[in-house]
């Protein structure tokens, strides 16, 4: 059994224990569910963007704890202050260490950035679960899910109003996951069967996805070279956590490598 494996059937119960604690009902009366939505695609397309989608993330399976003192709020409020474009929140807590009231908590403190729900998304509740937290948008992993799945859940994500990241790792998920359903498309560098990274991965890919959709290049991004680099193939979005989080100041770690995105640069 792969680490996703695990994942995913921690997730079905996770998902069942969430539905009898709070149901659906009571997640449309909660506030945060009628707030107007924000678009990361504006956000990241807009004149001037940074591309940065900033991850608040305590921990990974591969890598352990990356930051066992950061606070949510504080640290996305930094993100943003340091030109992140849209935030990026886990809420996976056994394998990430991330919770709903991490994300609750970023949303307070960043009213006018996007933020990303990061989960593993298996089931309609969790897409109505993000909406009640204060989302703007959803990631749908096409390695757990089936081509169906996505255009039913992006679909229904688009219902209450939230935006779409789908996310694959190869060409054979990029040609049968896509759906005109989605709004922006992620290649994630990272094997999430091995969690080894490779950044030849967006690059080989930039070119076949359609240009109606946002291209986000996700995972083992650490130098401003690389993302001009996957800029110049067409990429818009760049969704960075461990780099950041790994440092004793995820803010500041940021605005370093949005200075070198906005001046010269030199090989890595």
Known sequence: MTILDKIIAEKRLEVTRCEAEMPVTALHALPPFTRPVLSARAALT????????????????????????????????????????????????????????????????????????????????????????????????????????????????????????????????????????????GVNNRNLATFATDVETSARLAGLIPRTFVRVAESGLQHASTILALRRAGYQGFLIGETFMKTTDPAAALAGLVAELSGPVTAS
């Not at 009231?101 to 949303?107: E, I, Q, S, T, V």
Request: aromatic residues 6%; charged residues 20%; hydrophobic residues 50%.
């Open 46 to 185: 807009a004149a001037g963007s940074s591309g940065i989608i900033a991850e608040f993330k305590r921990r990974s399976p591969s890598k352990g704890v990356l930051n066992g003192t950061a606070e949510a709020g504080a640290t996305t409020a930094g993100y943003a202050a340091a030109g992140a474009a849209v935030l990026s929140v886990l809420t996976d807590e056994p394998f990430f260490g991330g919770t709903a009231d991490d994300l609750r908590a970023a949303r307070a403190a960043c009213p006018i950035t996007p933020i990303l729900r990061k989960d593993f998304i298996i089931s309609e509740y969790q897409i109505t679960e993000a909406r009640a937290m204060g989302a703007d948008l959803i990631l749908l992993i096409a390695s757990c899910l089936s081509p169906a799945e996505v255009v039913q859940f992006s679909a229904f994500a688009h219902s209450l109003e939230l935006e779409v990241l789908l996310e694959v790792h190869d060409e054979a998920e990029l040609r049968s996951h896509l759906a005109d359903t989605v709004d922006l498309v």
